[in-house]
């Protein structure tokens, strides 16, 4: 099974959808992005772009509310803090300095990572 996913003008995925195999293949049986998604507006029309359960296409797994970047040829989740930034290479929001260690939170107002308190 393959999965789409519909995105809208502004590049948000409207939703995401599972396709037959059958529906993406060549005539030799190879499945190919382009064909599954034209089946895709053929059948719901709209504008389509392949996705994988298991992030072997476009970085991550399309889920709805993401954005479609073209240029990463990736699917990009929100942005978690204002001060984060997108990596070029891996198309992940990181922080202004990587977390110390486990059971950090990001706390916004002083740009740091902090732990929480133990009651």
Do not use: K
């Amino acid at each position: 099974m393959a999965h789409f996913a519909e995105i809208d003008t502004d590049n948000i995925v409207l939703r995401v959808i599972v396709v037959a195999n059958e529906d993406t293949a060549d005539g030799d049986g190879n499945e190919v992005d382009a064909i599954g998604e034209a089946f895709c507006n053929d059948l719901l029309g709209g504008t389509w772009r392949r996705t994988s359960y298991n992030n072997n296409y476009r970085v991550r797994y399309a889920g709805v509310g993401m954005t479609f970047d073209a240029g990463r040829d990736a699917f990009i989740t929100d942005q978690p803090f204002p001060s984060w930034t997108l990596n070029n290479s891996t198309a992940n929001w990181e922080p202004p300095t990587p977390m110390p260690g486990d059971g950090y939170l990001w706390d916004e107002d002083t740009t740091s990572w902090v732990q929480p308190e133990v009651e």
